[in-house]
T-cell receptor, first 114, second 110 residues
Framework: DVKVTQSSRYLVKRTGEKVFLECVQD?????MFWYRQDPGLGLRLIYF???????EKGDIPEGYSVSREKKERFSLILESASTNQTSMYLC?????????????FGPGTRLTVT | RKEVEQDPGPFNVPEGATVAFNCTYS??????FFWYRQDCRKEPKLLMS???SGNEDGRFTAQLNRASQYISLLIRDSKLSDSATYLC???????????FGTGTRLQVTL
C-alpha cells in the first residue's frame, strides 16, 4: 500500500520562528510536491521537485524554501513564520512518466502561526 | 481569471439522485484532465481521468469538451458515501505538476 507521511498533523508556532515540515514517501517516486490548502482558494502549489537536489518554484513560493537531499524525503521550510502562513500543508508524490498525473497525498499538517 | 474554475456548491441531493458538476479551464493548451475526490478532513485522491471521448467508471461518468474548455462529472444513483468535495484537475505542459480547482462540495442526504 502506497504511503506518504508527514511529520506532524498539527503544529503551532510563533511569528518569526523557523518551521520545518517533513514529508516521506515509500513508493520510490521521483516527483514530490508541497501544497497549501485554504478555504476558497483550494490547493496551491508552493514548490515541487522532480529529482534529488532538484527543485522548482510553484505558484506561491514566497516565504518558503525546500530541501530534497534523499529521494524519499522532501522538506518545506518557513524561514520566518508569519500569521498569513497559517494553513493546511499537504505533501504529495508521483512517479515520472505517463502515471505522473496520479499524485499521492499525505494526511496534511495543519499549521497555526500565532 | 483562475486557471481552473468550479462552482463551490454545496450541492445537496437525496440518495439515489443524479448530480452533475462542471468545471472550466482557461488554458487551451491543457492536455490532461482528472477528477480527484477529497473527503472531509482527508487528503485528495484520484477519482478518475477524463478522456476526450468520455469515460465511465461504475456510477461515475466524466466528459471533456475541448472546444468550450469544460469538463463534467456525472454521478448516478448517489450514495451517502459520495458526500465529499470533488476537485477538477488539469495538467498543462510537460512538467508533472497539476492545477487543482477549488472543488465542488456534494452532500448526499437520506
Amino acid at each position: 500500500d502506497v504511503k506518504v507521511t508527514q511529520s506532524s498533523r498539527y503544529l503551532v508556532k510563533r511569528t518569526g520562528e523557523k518551521v520545518f515540515l517533513e514529508c516521506v514517501q515509500d513508493m520510490d517516486h521521483e516527483n514530490m510536491f508541497w501544497y497549501r490548502q485554504d478555504p476558497g482558494l483550494g490547493l496551491r502549489l508552493i514548490y515541487f521537485s522532480y529529482d534529488v537536489k532538484m527543485k522548482e518554484k510553484g505558484d506561491i513560493p514566497e516565504g518558503y524554501s525546500v530541501s530534497r537531499e534523499k529521494k524519499e524525503r522532501f522538506s518545506l521550510i518557513l524561514e520566518s513564520a508569519s500569521t498569513n502562513q497559517t494553513s493546511m500543508y499537504l505533501c504529495a508524490s508521483s512517479p515520472h512518466g505517463v502515471a505522473a498525473y496520479e499524485q499521492y497525498f499525505g494526511p496534511g499538517t495543519r499549521l497555526t502561526v500565532t | 481569471r483562475k486557471e481552473v474554475e468550479q462552482d463551490p456548491g454545496p450541492f445537496n441531493v437525496p440518495e439515489g439522485a443524479t448530480v452533475a458538476f462542471n468545471c472550466t479551464y482557461s488554458n487551451s493548451a491543457s492536455q490532461s484532465f482528472f477528477w480527484y475526490r477529497q473527503d472531509c478532513r482527508k487528503e485528495p485522491k484520484l477519482l478518475m481521468s477524463v478522456y476526450s471521448s468520455g469515460n465511465e467508471d461504475g456510477r461515475f461518468t466524466a466528459q471533456l469538451n475541448r472546444a468550450s474548455q469544460y469538463i463534467s462529472l456525472l454521478i448516478r444513483d448517489s450514495k451517502l458515501s459520495d458526500s465529499a468535495t470533488y476537485l477538477c484537475v488539469v495538467k498543462t505542459g510537460t512538467a508533472s505538476k497539476l492545477t487543482f480547482g477549488t472543488g465542488t462540495r456534494l452532500q448526499v442526504t437520506l
